[in-house]
């Protein structure tokens, strides 16, 4: 307060200060851009860079074979193993390493087998999580529950890239509820939309299989084979590997869907007899076929689908 | 109210002669919600709004991750966003705002009514509706002012003698006692025997502006009329100027002084006051109080006071409607009020304090939350930063930001209080003065709390 204006002024008062601040001898970091969200391109199946682990073992098991036989040729013409041990030493090294490989392949599907199991386990928390909005749960928890789950996911899977993006639009204010409705934003909805996808895709490509294949044992064949490849697609949108064995329940899925494939092949076969054997006749028990592929195709994805989601 | 009922009619079936099915969406699947945003002076209204068109755009033009709370507008729906002039209104110097931001300065504080229209444009998923409407608009209508107006707009209830006796008891109390003396002085020492000539009433008025003024300085929130603080107020209170007077004056109704300021007084009220009520606060369904906590932390414990005292008495400004006839009769949408009260610049203290300082603004609202009590409102409060200036600190208890001579510093806060009791008397937490960071953009699309509101406010209660 200005002491000319008057002695009868009020004094303004002197306040504490309940802030200390220091000058520091460093930059202020630069904030970045968040990410584009339409930079959402995820592939299927990625370029794989060099030789991979799957080749090699198949590379190293053909190797060995001959390998085998090259010995074998070589032994009986020598008949002296002691004389040769060389040879023995190198079809020995490439004998070992496909059984290193092989061992290592049958590790990585026990697994994916136990990943399912805990996958199915997390998702069932995630799913009463939600339908609380994480009631009594503190964000920290709820955190702590979303990166355990997040990290689970296999590098290069779309679940990895959606945690990519839920992670970096993660802020430290949010709330329980706040934090699961961005993971059901960014993770568990685009999952579940990407996943039914390359079901829907994967039923249309089995359905035209089913509809080309000359005969039942071929079209069973490539049923097996779509099968196999539906399942190992849609989790890898999910980021989980349930293995080539995968889970009990998706085997016997599948068992069911080539046993009813089977009856609808012998029923339509017999449909196509009572006809006669004319090309519309052919036309009609392939469409039927190509329709029952499809469609017992989406049932193998909707069930892995209730399993994973 | 019936010629705006056939008009409105008229209106839709004129739309409807023409349909296509683009035009078949225009009229049907269009979304108007009007945003009033109502804040006292320097609460941060201008910086808000060019953060949420620069969200809002980042987000839908370029794509980038922000606004993840915002689950009503999901990235994916958005096909396009552009801004629309609202008929009448100055439209928002966004990009004026950019410019200054980019020059590191604060955009200009607002000094005249600006309006402008957001307008989202979302693709539709239904997959009959896909067809029929490909697509549907939300269109979001803002208006930022002055907020010198709405400080003003509480006169319009009074009588002069009133709002004289009220406003001279008000500058005897309080911090503003300590800002008012001169003024005082000065009307000890005038001769209110003269005659009140343009030049005396000039003379007066520009001693009580000086007041005005050096309060608004000071942190002081209620200060009317606001209107006289505004060099470029469309009202001219160099002619039609006005003061509060001592009660041996207003007391007496045949006094020259009293007849020539009641005059005046009039005067504002008719021709300033009522028209500005009824284009800027007309009715509307979303209202978003901003409160600038920081004037008060910044000062003492009376500030805070009189800070909530200044709300409670402008609790009645805020107009609480329903949707347009059109929806609430044809359409059957009864829509609940929803009421914002948002304190801003939320990053300046330290982020473990956020919780007290949320405490502090529910605590500040209570009087005028009590003015809607027997009312459809549906109420929440908000921490938002429109842009975050801050970094973590060392500590739970520090925060970084380069302050106004360009040094990158580090302030340590002792714990904020969690009520207006708690606020030790004779203490205060000073504001931190912070520079624009050049990296702007960037911390905008960072700033939190936005995407909160917008769902709250525009979100069916999920």
């Avoid at chain 1, 895709?201 to 069973?220: C, D, H, M, R, Y």
């Avoid at chain 2, 107009?319 to 009864?334: A, E, P």
């Avoid at chain 2, 302030?411 to 003065?433: A, I, N, Q």
């Avoid at chain 2, 699309?445 to 917008?454: E, P, Q, S």
């Amino acid at each position: 307060m200005s002491g000319k204006s008057s002695e009868n002024a009020p004094s303004r008062p002197e306040y504490k200060t309940k802030v200390t601040t220091q000058t520091l001898n460093i930059a202020q970091p630069e904030t970045k851009l968040p990410k584009q969200i339409t930079e959402d391109v995820w592939e299927l199946e990625t370029a794989s860079t060099g030789v991979s682990l799957g080749s090699a073992t198949l590379g190293l098991g053909v190797l060995s074979v001959l390998g085998f036989f090259v010995f074998d040729a070589y032994t009986t013409l020598t008949a002296s193993m002691a004389q040769h041990p060389i040879g023995t030493s190198v079809v020995g090294a490439m004998l070992a390493g496909f059984v290193g490989c092989f061992s290592f392949l049958s590790f990585r599907e026990w697994r994916g087998y136990k990943q399912v199991n805990t996958a199915m386990h997390d998702a069932k928390q995630l799913r009463d999580m939600l339908a609380n909005k994480g009631a009594n749960l503190s964000p920290s928890k709820v955190s702590s529950i979303l990166n355990k789950h997040g990290k689970r996911f296999s590098k290069d899977s779309y679940a990895a890239h959606c945690f990519e993006r839920y992670s970096q639009q993660r802020q430290s204010d949010m709330t329980s509820a706040e934090l699961l409705g961005l993971y059901e934003d960014t993770v568990l909805t685009p999952v579940q939309e990407k996943a039914q996808k390359v079901l829907n895709k994967e039923s249309v490509t089995a359905g035209s299989l089913a509809f080309i294949s000359p005969n039942n044992l071929i079209q069973t064949l490539a049923v097996v084979w779509i099968s196999f490849r539906t399942i190992r697609r849609m989790a890898k949108v999910y980021g989980l590997r349930p293995g080539t064995a995968g889970n009990w329940k998706l085997l016997k899925v599948l068992a069911q869907n080539i046993a009813a494939q089977g009856i609808f092949d012998l029923a339509t076969d017999e449909v196509a007899n009572q006809i006669g054997g004319s090309l519309s006749a052919k036309f009609m028990e392939n469409s039927a076929e190509a329709i029952a592929a499809g469609a017992l195709n989406a049932r193998l994805g909707r069930a892995l689908i209730k399993l994973l989601k | 109210m019936q010629n705006t009922i056939a008009s409105s009619l008229m209106g839709k079936t004129r739309a409807i002669a023409s349909l296509t099915s683009n035009t078949l969406a225009d009229v049907f699947s269009k979304e108007t919600h009007r945003f009033t945003i109502t804040g006292l002076s320097r609460s941060g209204k201008s910086m808000l709004f060019t953060s949420l068109i620069t969200l809002l755009k980042s987000r839908s033009e370029e794509g980038l991750a922000c606004l993840p709370l915002l689950r009503y507008l999901p990235p994916s729906r958005v096909l396009d966003m552009h801004i629309e002039p609202i008929e009448g209104y100055k439209p928002f110097p966004h990009l004026k705002n950019i410019e200054s931001l980019e020059a590191g300065d604060w955009p200009e504080a607002t000094e005249e009514a600006y309006g402008f229209k957001l307008v989202v444009r979302l693709k539709q998923t239904a997959s009959i509706k896909r067809h029929l409407m490909p697509h549907s608009d939300v269109v979001f209508e803002f208006i930022d002012y002055p907020g010198e107006w709405i400080t003003d707009i509480p006169m319009l209830n009074k009588t002069y003698a009133h709002w004289s006796d009220s406003a001279w008891a008000q500058l005897s109390s309080g911090p503003q006692q300590y800002y008012a003396h001169a003024w005082k002085q000065v009307v000890n020492a005038f001769d209110f025997e003269q005659t009140p000539t343009p030049e005396l009433i000039q003379q007066l008025v520009s001693h009580y502006r000086d007041y005005l003024i050096k309060a608004k300085a000071n942190g002081i929130s209620l200060l009317q009329p606001g209107s006289f603080l505004l060099e470029s107020s469309d009202f001219n209170w160099q002619d039609f100027g006005f003061t509060p007077l001592p009660s041996s004056i207003t007391s007496d109704v045949s006094h020259l002084w009293y007849r020539a300021f009641e005059k005046h007084y009039s005067a504002f009220q008719k021709d300033w006051l009522t028209p500005l009520k009824h284009s800027i606060f007309k009715e509307t369904d979303k209202q978003i109080i901003l409160v600038d906590l920081f004037e008060g932390l910044n000062h003492s414990r009376q500030h805070l006071y009189q800070l909530k005292e200044t709300l409670s008495h402008l609790a009645d400004t805020f107009v609480y409607g329903q949707s347009g006839w059109f929806s609430r009769t044809v359409l059957r949408k009864q829509q609940i009020g929803k009421v914002a009260f948002v304190a801003t610049k939320s990053d300046l203290i330290p982020e473990n304090q956020q919780q007290n300082l949320l405490s502090l603004l529910t605590q500040v609202t209570e009087g005028a939350r009590a003015r809607f009590n027997d009312k459809p409102i549906q109420f929440e409060h908000f921490l938002v930063s429109a842009m975050q200036v801050t970094d973590e600190g060392a500590n739970k208890d520090a925060i970084r930001y380069t302050n106004n001579d360009g040094q990158y510093v580090e302030s340590t806060f002792e714990p904020l209080p969690k009520t207006l009791k708690e606020m030790e008397e004779g203490s205060h937490f000073p504001v931190p003065s912070v520079n624009v960071p050049a990296d702007f953009k960037a911390r905008i699309l960072a700033g939190k709390g936005i995407d909160r509101l917008l769902q709250f406010l525009l979100g069916k209660g999920e």
